[in-house]
T-cell receptor, first 111, second 115 residues
Framework: KAGVTQTPRYLIKTRGQQVTLSCSPISGHRSVSWYQQTPGQGLQFLFEYFSETQRNKGNFPGRFSGRQFSNSRSEMNVSTLELGDSALYLC??????????FGQGTRLTVV | QQQVKQSPQSLIVQKGGISIINCAYENTAFDYFPWYQQFPGKGPALLIAIRPDVSEKKEGRFTISFNKSAKQFSLHIMDSQPGDSATYFCAASGMDETSGSRLTFGEGTQLTVNP
């Protein structure tokens, strides 16, 4: 059974640009959550999508957005990038809640 | 309150020793408590999890102890091995419709097991 796949693994962007990250959950999983991991703030919840609907949202500015497609694949978008957005972005999938399995993450560097 | 407090921040143990990491939470609506292990350059991997209806769960060398009245839970790694050297995160979530799959993480513990 394939795990959670995140693409790309690494990204370098310039301040002011936007970026889109992709996550393919484990087959059959309908919930996809996104987290930001930084050395200073640790792992912070961004948002969760379940059956194409945002079910929960963390305390991040509106520049951070996401969506989920009918096949459960999810994308997150960050607009007007800031240096502080440099982080490891992690996607986690679960059936409907409970056990969550993480992908390897996308390392975003904003220069 | 949504915080989960984790200690210690770093831990060094000798091979064969017991590693103990502690977490405390405030939100009584939390009812699912997983532990994750993360190696450098990798995503967190689910290690073991517990629900409040049991006080202890053991899987191999890993044991979670749960104290509902104190709102605390801990991870014990028996016979610690150098390969266990990683960062460990505790987490908590509720199972109501509002919480969904939202995990609130502790700050992490950097475990080093010396050979």
């Amino acid at each position: 059974k394939a795990g959670v796949t995140q693409t790309p693994r690494y990204l370098i962007k310039t301040r002011g640009q936007q970026v889109t990250l992709s996550c393919s959950p484990i087959s059959g999983h309908r919930s996809v959550s996104w987290y930001q991991q930084t050395p200073g703030q640790g792992l912070q919840f961004l948002f969760e999508y379940f059956s194409e609907t945002q079910r929960n949202k963390g305390n991040f500015p509106g520049r951070f957005s996401g969506r989920q497609f009918s096949n459960s694949r999810s994308e997150m978008n960050v607009s007007t990038l800031e240096l502080g957005d440099s982080a490891l972005y992690l996607c986690a999938s679960s059936l409907a809640g409970g056990e969550a399995f993480f992908g390897q993450g996308t390392r975003l560097t904003v220069v | 309150q949504q915080q989960v407090k984790q200690s210690p921040q770093s831990l060094i143990v000798q091979k064969g020793g017991i590693s103990i990491i502690n977490c405390a939470y405030e939100n009584t609506a939390f009812d699912y408590f997983p532990w994750y292990q993360q190696f450098p350059g990798k995503g967190p991997a689910l290690l073991i999890a517990i629900r409040p209806d049991v006080s202890e769960k053991k899987e191999g060398r890993f044991t979670i102890s749960f104290n509902k009245s104190a709102k605390q839970f801990s991870l014990h790694i028996m016979d610690s091995q150098p390969g266990d050297s990683a960062t460990y995160f505790c987490a908590a979530s509720g199972m109501d419709e509002t919480s969904g799959s939202r995990l609130t993480f502790g700050e992490g513990t950097q475990l080093t097991v010396n050979p």
